[in-house]
């Protein structure tokens, strides 16, 4: 098994982002994903999941402005991330599954790509 994010950088305060999950090893589409985030010096911070149908959840903070997204024929789950602010500033990771918070549960996590949003 093996999750890969790509798409991280150096963002402006209001701009946009988007992660890429890229996912191997598993039957990508009979699983729910997540994304999750740990800002410097927090803990980490479940942001959102998609199930294998394609519904979607988010943490409060991060509706309507993130977005995400799968592609079964990619084995890729996304993330649009828009009208982004510092307090966004993390590395994001993916996973496998989709417990919320409940990080015991979580199994395969990729190692993550940082977001920097700062003028």
């Known amino acids: 098994v093996q999750l890969v994010e790509s798409g991280g950088g150096l963002v402006q305060p209001g701009g946009s982002l988007r992660l890429s999950c890229a996912a191997s090893?598993?039957?990508?589409?009979?699983?729910?994903m997540s994304w999750a985030r740990q800002a410097p010096g927090k803990g980490r911070e479940w942001v959102s999941g998609i199930f294998s149908n394609g519904t979607t959840t988010y943490a409060d903070s991060m509706k309507g402005r993130f977005t995400i997204s799968r592609d079964n024929t990619k084995n890729t789950m996304y993330l649009q991330m828009n009208n982004l602010i510092p307090e966004d500033t993390a590395d994001y990771y993916c996973?496998?599954?989709?417990?919320?918070?409940?990080?015991?549960?979580?199994?395969?996590w990729g190692r993550g790509t940082q977001v920097t949003v700062s003028s």
């Open positions: 090893g598993f039957t990508f589409s009979d699983f729910a």
């Open positions: 996973a496998i599954g989709l417990n919320y918070s409940d990080w015991r549960r979580y199994t395969y």
